[in-house]
């Protein structure tokens, strides 16, 4: 069994920056490639960032590009999330995803797809204040 433990959310003011982190636990393995996404005003998870495994790299969406960057640690197959320049409307709860089967790369590039990974974390709410 895997389990993503994320940690690292709080309440910055804006302009300010906080870095998530996303450890994975479990079986050893070594992963395709680690995502995060923020739950957005629809309730439905919105891709923010992602790293590929494989060769270092990394994909945003472009509300964050220049802003937010992907970092990894590979001994601990950790996944950080560093948050600059951050604005209200990165108000969010933000969670990271692990692609083990190879997903993402189906086809093309599917970072950005929810589907494309088989495990979640718990969520790590970002409060961003005026």
């Known amino acids: 069994q895997v389990q993503l433990v994320e940690s690292g959310g709080g309440l910055v003011q804006a302009g300010g920056s906080l870095r998530l982190s996303c450890t994975a636990r479990?079986?050893?393995?070594?992963?395709?490639?680690m995502g995060w996404f923020r739950r957005g005003p629809g309730k439905e998870r919105q891709f923010v960032g992602a790293?590929?495994?494989?060769?270092?790299?990394?994909y945003y969406t472009d509300s964050v590009k220049g802003r937010f960057t992907c970092s990894r640690d590979n001994a601990e197959t950790t996944v950080y999330l560093h948050m600059d320049s951050l604005k209200p409307e990165d108000t969010d709860v933000y969670y990271c995803?692990?692609?083990?089967?190879?997903?993402?790369?189906?086809?093309?590039?599917?970072?950005?797809?929810?589907?494309?990974?088989?495990?979640w974390g718990q969520g790590t709410q970002v409060t961003v204040s005026s």
């Open positions: 995803a692990l692609d083990l089967r190879g997903a993402t790369s189906y086809g093309g590039s599917l970072y950005h797809q929810t589907g494309a990974y088989e495990y």
């Open positions: 479990g079986r050893t393995f070594k992963p395709y490639a």
């Open positions: 790293l590929d495994w494989n060769d270092g790299t990394t």
